[in-house]
């Protein structure tokens, strides 16, 4: 699943040639991806507008169109958006028409993918505010900030870091890689943590993502840049889908198991499990299935 700098990434390649255009027609194959908005309505309120600046929050790329209308397209599992790709390339769920004569195609084969419409600054303001909590590479997610989000809270930190209305943008590769990095196990309950350690894991989230985005993201799940260019964080990960390998820094073999639904790695050694936790190991899968991710 395209995490933050997955979607980052493609804010980046995609800013720059779509700024200034204007989006002369959307076609949307397939209603799902802008329910309960009709298709017609959604291009009635977007076409023909101009692009004044693709951004991102948490991992919603949005489309800021003149007169104040967001666009929210959110790439959830298996979303990605290709430029000028091949009219027959697979799983294309909406095409979007530039002025200068360029296609923007989003394809999504498990069509989870998502289009929203905010109208007004006000309307995206609460649309974002209801759904995303601190933007980790805005510059105020620190010990302080990590900490009052986690107070109280006895569910496992990795669940804490998954929960988007607390910090946006992190998913199961950038949560698994971040608590390796910071020493915790992410069994650990979130509002249990020393000061020193939510300190630490402020500046792990972010490490990880950067790492992430300097490596142009990680492709699991056929994730591509819009240009087609898979990107190649997966070979950089240090815990993340690294099952039975040894730990980079102490030997031990690297461990998976489940936390809330989802595979989840990490050296017992270098992240010790809290006293009294057990792991629940994922079940083995079925054939042509694969297990939690
Ligand atoms: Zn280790």
Redesign the pocket.
């Known amino acids: 699943m395209p995490e933050l700098p997955e979607v980052e990434t493609i804010r980046r390649r995609l800013a720059p040639v779509l700024e200034g255009r204007r989006l002369t027609a959307i076609d949307v194959l397939d209603p799902r991806w802008c329910s309960p908005i009709a298709p017609g309505e959604l291009a009635a309120a977007v076409e023909g507008r101009r692009i004044e600046r693709l951004s991102r929050r948490g991992k919603y790329l949005i489309w800021e169109l003149e007169d104040d209308i967001a666009l929210l397209v959110h790439l959830r599992m298996t979303g990605t958006l290709l430029y000028d790709a091949d009219a027959g390339e697979s799983h294309q769920r909406v095409v979007f028409a530039l002025d200068d004569g360029h296609e923007l195609r989003f394809c999504d084969p498990r069509r989870f993918g998502t289009g929203e419409l905010a109208i007004g600054p006000q309307a995206l303001a609460a649309f974002l505010d209801a759904r995303l909590g601190i933007e980790p590479l805005g510059g105020a997610l620190d010990g302080p900030a990590l900490r009052a989000l986690a107070a109280g809270r006895r569910t496992a930190v990795k669940s804490f870091l998954l929960d988007q209305r607390r910090v946006a943008g992190v998913g199961n590769i950038y949560a698994d890689e971040a608590l390796?990095r910071a020493g915790i196990h992410p069994l650990r309950a979130a509002g249990r943590l020393t000061g020193a350690q939510y300190a630490r894991l402020a500046e792990t989230v972010v490490e990880a993502l950067e790492a992430g985005l300097a490596a142009g993201g990680a492709t699991i799940d056929d994730f591509r840049h819009p240009d087609g260019v898979y990107g190649g964080f997966q070979h950089e990960f240090l815990v993340h889908r690294r099952e039975g390998e040894?730990?980079?820094?102490?030997?031990?073999e690297?461990v998976k198991f489940v936390v809330g639904g989802r595979g989840t790695y990490a050296?017992?050694?270098?992240?010790p499990r809290p006293r009294g936790a057990r792991l629940v190991r994922p079940r083995a899968p079925r054939a042509g299935r694969s297990g939690p991710r």
């Open positions: 390796y040894p730990c980079d820094a102490c030997g031990r690297i050296c017992e050694r270098c992240q």
